[in-house]
């Protein structure tokens, strides 16, 4: 397998051969759904329901790791939260074809939630109070526990250590990031003593479908141990006085099933910087994976790294700013 390219060795063909290989009968149709970290497909099944297969990527997670995104999965299920769980075949959720891991799942539809109403917000928090209190219930042992370190300072030293920006912007960006991820770590030092659990860690509203039976999560392939603000902070948008409404609407569902610590209001922007920063590094690390370029050919070009640096700039004031208060 190259390492460079993971994935070229992965070829219609061989997804259907790898859910044949799990008895399942395959009608021919092979939809690719919108993943770049792993390689997600939508496939047709004789005389049943599509179902949706997630090749993991490969060197990313060890099958522990995996394993304890699908026990968790699996324990929220258990609770009939709404999260799409992989399937058990064989007595198994995680299956290899062809040095390839995989997943199958259901199919679940829907659409992006807007989270325009306080009905919507509410539900939404109702369901991550049930998914941290579960979270809180059992513990990771393999998967990583949220840090600056990793999130902040180690994708801070990639970017520079590689040749990504220009370089009369390489000395400000290290300059900027130093005094930057100073602040965050000194506002979010011990995450606040905030208590810590199993949280799905890319709560955005691209995780989340919605339906007419309301919202279902369709993706733990980021859970992490870590502050329940992680899991919120995402969704909400807007202007200071509009994500102070958001947040209300979502904790006041929220805290019908977990109790909220207030201490966490701190971590808001400390943790937008840091995603901010990671987000850059995700893309710089997965340059070599061709379907990146393709994707995200801006990031190749000067004009992206002057925005970045600019939106950085932007952060620090927010960051240095008093904390969002309920």
Same mark, same amino acid.
């Given at each position: ?112 939630? @807007? ?5 919507? *917000?509410? $539900?939404? +928090?109702?369901? /991550? =109070? #049930? !998914? ?49 991820? @100073? ?5 979010? *030092?011990? $995450?606040? +003593?905030?208590? /810590? =659990? #199993? !949280? ?127």
């Amino acid at each position: 397998m190259d390492p460079n390219a993971p994935y070229s060795e992965l070829s219609p063909e061989a997804v259907l051969d790898a859910l044949e290989a799990r008895g399942l009968h395959c009608d021919g149709r092979v939809l690719a759904l919108n993943s770049y970290e792993n390689r997600v497909y939508q496939i047709g099944i004789e005389d049943g329901e599509p179902v949706v297969a997630k090749f993991y990527r490969p060197g990313r997670w060890s099958d522990a790791a995996i394993g304890e995104e699908h026990q968790f999965a699996a324990e929220l299920a258990a609770q009939e939260i709404p999260v799409v769980a992989p399937l058990p075949t064989g007595g198994r959720t995680l299956h290899l074809h062809r040095g390839f891991r995989y997943a199958i799942f259901p199919r679940r539809g829907g659409r992006w939630p @807007e989270l325009g109403t306080t009905e919507e *917000r509410e $539900w939404v +928090g109702r369901f /991550l =109070g #049930r !998914i941290h209190a579960v979270g809180r219930a059992g513990q990771f042992h393999e998967r990583v526990r949220l840090s600056v370190e990793d999130l902040g300072r180690r994708s801070r030293d990639f970017l520079l250590e590689g040749e990504w920006m220009p370089d009369y912007l390489a000395t400000k960006y290290a300059d900027l990031t130093n005094t930057l991820l @100073e602040a965050v770590g000194e506002r979010a *030092r011990g $995450w606040r +003593g905030a208590a /810590l =659990g #199993r !949280i799905l860690g890319d709560c955005h509203r691209g995780n989340i479908l919605w339906t007419d039976l309301g919202p279902h999560f369709v993706d733990l392939d980021d859970c992490v141990t870590g502050p329940a603000m992680q899991d919120l902070w995402m969704l909400l948008a807007g202007n200071e006085q509009e994500m102070r409404t958001e947040l209300t609407d979502l904790l006041k569902g929220y805290e019908q099933f977990l109790a909220f610590d207030r201490r966490e209001l701190a971590l808001i922007e400390p943790l937008r910087a840091l995603r901010m920063i990671h987000y850059a590094a995700w893309l710089a690390r997965r340059w070599d994976d061709p379907a990146f370029p393709k994707a995200f050919p801006w990031f190749a070009e000067p004009r992206y790294w002057e925005e970045h640096y600019r939106a950085l700039e932007d952060q620090l004031t927010a960051v240095l700013e008093p904390p969002l208060e309920l």
